[in-house]
């Protein structure tokens, strides 16, 4: 099994900015050139509001009052693929995944679960004790890999989904993304 796959980069993380989601390690594919030089994700917003936040439904068309918004485009769709322990790609069935790839990105990052194993769900780390988890993933060769690290906030935000909250991302994707309100205290 080869160790490290050039080209790509992994970043770890344990709390996302304000919505505070331990969702998963990442990594940078070859196509990303430098962090933040990728497409945009779409924002996943699909709802329509008026000028007082009432939702508009169906979202106007070209024309009508409040046409324009996020939820009228859908640009560079969210795109996914389920990767094992060995950072191969899985079938869109299959029922359990330990990273995923963000198509459009082209980062990978790691998926929490609840098997206790090295992506324990309920395990949390502070902020120095995440550089001990970090070396332990490359250590280990977590995906494959031996190049994890933290993700900076504009990567996290390539994962937000903006229709939802409390967790703000997709859960069909990262199922055991634990939402922790009492630590956005402290953000």
């Known amino acids: 099994m080869d160790t490290h796959r050039q080209g790509y980069y992994r970043i770890s993380f344990s709390v996302?900015?304000?919505?505070l989601f331990t969702v998963a390690i990442l990594l940078f594919s070859s196509n990303c050139v430098n962090a933040g030089q990728w497409p945009i994700p779409d924002s996943g917003q699909t709802t329509c509001y008026d000028d007082q936040g009432n939702v508009i439904d169906p979202c106007p068309s070209p024309g009508e009052p409040f046409y324009g918004q996020d939820a009228n485009y859908s640009i560079n769709p969210r795109s996914y693929t389920k990767l094992d322990d060995y950072g191969n790609d899985l079938p869109v069935t299959a029922t359990f995944w330990t990273m995923i790839r963000d198509n459009i990105t082209g980062l990978?990052?790691?998926v929490k679960n609840k098997d206790r194993s090295l992506n324990y769900v309920f395990d949390k780390y502070t902020w120095d004790e995440t550089?001990?988890?970090?070396?332990?993933l490359n250590?280990?060769?977590?995906g494959g890999f031996t190049n994890w690290?933290?993700?900076?906030i504009q990567e996290l935000a390539s994962i937000v989904y903006y229709e939802q909250y409390y967790p703000a991302n997709d859960?069909?994707?990262?199922?055991?993304?634990?939402?922790?309100?009492?630590?956005?205290?402290?953000?």
Request: glycine fraction near 2%; charged fraction near 25%; avoid cysteine.
């Open 131 to 136: 550089k001990g988890y970090i070396e332990l």
């Open 171 to 187: 859960r069909s994707i990262f199922p055991y993304t634990r939402s922790d309100r009492l630590l956005r205290t402290f953000i």
């Open 149 to 152: 690290r933290m993700p900076t």
């Open 139 to 142: 250590s280990e060769h977590y």
């Open 108 to 110: 990978i990052w790691e």
């Open 16 to 19: 996302l900015h304000f919505f």
